[in-house]
């Protein structure tokens, strides 16, 4: 029997909420191809690669303010501390997304052996979603006081 190594890659979008993960690829190549491919399909153009490596695990994470962040390591746990402690790093809160796990597989010597890949693409819609809210505190309008009014916009 011979080891088999399992390459993955996470690609996103600067508009994106969540990034797309590809697993099972015989080459660091393919791999990256496949995930840039799924991402620019869902959001036209614009993707770029966010990490890329071979058997492991990668840990995506989103910040309160929609930003993502992604880390790789050779186990699930150490995948999901890491890139919790690079967004604290960053003076940033995060909750985890998603976490992909490649391990290595096996087979006979002299087997012709292919990708075995899957696509973990965001759940849901990907879109980033934004908001703004406003209002006017203390203020006077001719001499009168404003009344407590927000405004929300989503």
Known sequence: MRAIDNFYAAAWHQNS?????????????????????????VMGSGCSLATSNVNGSVAIARGVL????????????????RVLDYCRQKSDECILLNTVTANPGQAPANARVGDTSEIFAPQGNPMRLHGAIAWIDGARLNG???????????
């Open 17 to 41: 909420s969540d990034a797309w993960i590809a697993a099972g690829f015989r080459s660091k190549q393919r791999a990256e191809a496949a995930a840039m491919a799924a991402c620019n399909r």
């Open 66 to 81: 929609g930003g993502l962040y992604a880390s790789d390591d050779a186990k699930k746990s150490g995948a999901q501390r």
């Open 144 to 154: 009168r006081p404003w009344q407590p009014d927000v405004w929300l916009a989503g």
